[in-house]
């Protein structure tokens, strides 16, 4: 099990905001910015990696059940979605790695906490 916690420290995300999420387990990985196709695909626990950063991205994430939102290539995210990431205790994290580097090393992450167990 890879908490929200432990992934953002292994791959030097910084996190923004919800704290008081960050002991979510991670799950799997969903990349998409068309928040439509997230709310139909994306499964609980997955850690959601996209270039939107309006509030309509916490409301989505909130409904997804997703363990956390991962926005990368260090975009700027807007204030109105910090504040209602924040009171629904949603982990908002910022990369300066590109959306396909983040899948991969969540990928490896994964894949060594799996041979670790089976070992």
Known sequence: MVTVKELAGKLNLKVVTGEGGLHKEVQGAYICDLLSWVMSRAQKGNVWITVQTNVNVAAVALLTEVSC?????????????????????????SSSSKAYELAVMIHEQFTMNHEKNDG
């Open 69 to 93: 939102v991962i926005v990368p290539e260090d975009i700027k995210i807007d204030e109105q979605t910090i504040v209602k990431a924040n009171n629904e205790n949603i982990p908002l994290l």
